[in-house]
């Protein structure tokens, strides 16, 4: 297990290398843990200016947590995913808060679990191989470790966007929406990127109030980007879509990251209980047939009423 982290002091600067390169540097409790510690010795430690945080291998940063073992978890009636859960966020809250500069190199894939300890840190630098992306509406899950807060501050509803569909953003998308701080790369140009020109129908269909609401504003557009964003949706956990919109604006309200985590948290522990990722998770990850049987898959969205959201944001 130790050798899945690899923490190490060069010249002044802590240097975390996640080190699962064939899944892609998936998190599992025992990498989170010993990043925990790291960063908690390293807070203390005089000798250590700044953290960096690096991922092994040429596909990407890191592809989320291991979430086919929190599944198998889930059904065995244990209580690990919710002690996984709690663990990670603390260590994200750490990566937000921390005395010291961070630095993540979000080379490659770098979505999930990933992006809870990247996209808390004060230099986010990509490359022209980024990708990010916050996928768990397609597990049956949201949008968690953190991440709502930058999402909800994403130019107009860029972040509704991002959150919903699951989709992913190169390095000039995530560099004009700031989630990146830099990329290296002299050729990227923020400002033409393509969110910065979905902006507009974006913006225009992401404001409506309900998901019903925006499925209706993106398949009557007339730009073919919001009817095939309309499309991606629906294919995606009515509950988790519904629950993500409603759990991304209570996070635009929110002044910290540790608020949102709070509210993480409640989610996730409710998501363990009754929801569609353990179905989400087999249908992509185990099965791999694709072709997930969610909860509410007769009536869709709409029938994901109000007060079934908002009992999953009840401690």
């Known amino acids: ?32 843990l010993r990043i925990e510690r790291a960063l908690t010795e390293w807070a203390e430690d005089d000798q250590v200016r700044r953290i960096r945080f690096e991922g092994a291998g040429e596909r990407g940063f890191c592809s989320g947590a291991d979430v086919r073992a929190l599944r198998e978890d889930v059904l065995a009636g244990g209580d ?49 191989s980024t990708q990010l992306a916050m996928p768990e ?66 913006d225009d269909c992401f404001a409506a109030d309900t998901v019903a ?3 209706e504003a993106l398949t009557s557009s007339d730009e073919p980007d919001a009817r095939a964003a309309a499309e991606l949706i629906s294919t995606k956990s009515p509950l988790s879509v519904a629950v993500s919109l409603e759990a991304l604006r209570r996070a635009r309200g929110m002044g910290t990251v540790g608020e949102v985590l709070a509210q993480d948290l409640t989610l996730a522990r409710n998501f363990m209980r009754d929801s569609d990722f353990v179905e989400g998770v087999r249908a992509q990850l185990v099965d791999k047939d694709r072709a997930p049987v969610w909860k509410h898959a007769v009536g869709g969205v709409g029938s994901v009423g109000a007060d079934e959201v908002l009992r999953y944001f009840e401690a």
């Open 213 to 215: 609401d925006v499925l």
């Open 1 to 32: 297990m130790s050798d899945e982290v690899l923490v190490e002091v060069r010249d002044g600067v802590g240097v975390i290398t996640l080190n699962r390169p064939r899944a892609i540097n998936a998190l599992t409790h025992a990498m989170i």
């Open 137 to 202: 509406t397609t597990i049956g899950l949201f949008p968690d470790v953190g991440v709502l807060f930058p999402l909800s501050r994403m130019p107009g509803r860029t972040g509704e966007w991002m959150a919903l569909t699951g989709a992913s953003v190169d390095c000039s998308s995530a560099l004009w929406a700031g989630l990146l701080t830099e990329v290296d790369e002299l050729t990227v140009h923020p400002d033409s990127s393509w969110l910065a020109r979905a902006r507009g129908w974006i």
């Open 80 to 128: 690990g995913a919710v002690q996984f859960f709690a663990d990670e966020y603390r260590v994200n809250a750490l990566v937000a808060d921390h005395p010291k500069p961070t630095h993540a190199v979000m080379s490659g894939v770098c979505m999930g679990g990933g992006m809870g300890l990247a996209a808390h840190c004060t230099q986010r630098e990509g490359d022209a």
